[in-house]
């Protein structure tokens, strides 16, 4: 069919939902979704199909294609779900502050929804939710001192996203290790202690053993927050 994207369809953002259908499970695209998301939730995005969805709702497998084509759909469906709860985070006054609600709204939505973080950093969602919360950040950096034109708006928003995408995936993935191993971060230290003492006896690694023997263990919610600060300072500062 002819679409405005020539013969390619219509994205499921523009496709209506389908007609329902006298049967004894009715099924929308949000209905989908939040069934998607709860086994993701469990399972990760490897324990995620179309038939464990159907199952799940009491479908057939063939069902779901009325409402998307393919897996790739899914998932913008249930990352834009995602969205929607950053999307209704209250931005306060301030640029600073709207900034620092919108990351930690994505820091807390990442940690219940951890499969989110493996779908950041490639290409930018455009759901009707998503593009909401990308107006909203960038609405809130184009206000910092230092963004002084849309160049500088877009290096503000790289970095900005960067650290996020970034902070987000390693808090993750030491939880998802830890899980795994049933070993968290100090008992890991621990069994590596004998090891690494040796190591850094050498003096090879000077800087390395200062930041072992003086550094603390740190929070990840203080680090998070911490380096947040950092990354708003740098796009506060005014460049040459």
């Known amino acids: 069919m002819d679409t405005p994207y020539g013969n390619a369809p219509l994205p499921v953002w523009e496709r209506p939902e389908p007609r329902p259908r006298a049967t004894p499970v009715p099924l929308t695209r949000a209905k989908i979704a939040a069934t ?4 993701a939730d ?6 995620l199909s179309l038939r464990k969805i ?11 294609y009325d409402y998307v084509l393919h897996r790739s759909e899914l998932l913008d469906l249930m990352v834009d779900a995602v969205y929607a709860r950053i999307a209704g985070t209250a931005v306060p006054d301030g640029w600073r502050a709207a900034a620092r609600a919108l990351a930690s709204a994505t820091r807390e939505a990442a940690l219940d929804h951890e499969w989110f973080v493996d779908l950041l950093g490639a290409r930018p969602h455009l759901g009707p939710h998503a593009l909401a ?9 184009a206000r910092a001192p230092g963004v002084r034109d849309v160049d500088d708006l877009q290096r503000a ?9 970034g902070a987000l995936r390693r808090e993750v993935t030491e939880r998802r290790t830890a899980r795994a191993t049933g070993v968290d971060v100090s008992a890991w230290q621990s069994a590596l202690g ?11 690694y000077p800087t390395v053993a200062r930041l072992v023997v003086d550094g603390a263990h740190l929070d990840a ?20």
């Open 42 to 47: 469990a399972d990760g995005l490897d324990g």
């Open 54 to 64: 159907a199952k799940e709702l009491g479908v057939g497998p063939m069902r779901l």
């Open 194 to 204: 004998p090891y690494l003492t040796r190591m850094l006896d050498t003096g090879r």
């Open 133 to 141: 919360v990308g107006e909203a950040t960038a609405a809130t950096l």
């Open 36 to 39: 998607a998301t709860r086994i």
């Open 221 to 240: 919610a203080e680090t998070f927050h911490h380096n947040l600060t950092i990354v708003l300072d740098g796009i506060a500062g005014r460049r040459p």
């Open 157 to 165: 928003l790289g970095a900005f996203n960067a650290y996020l995408v």
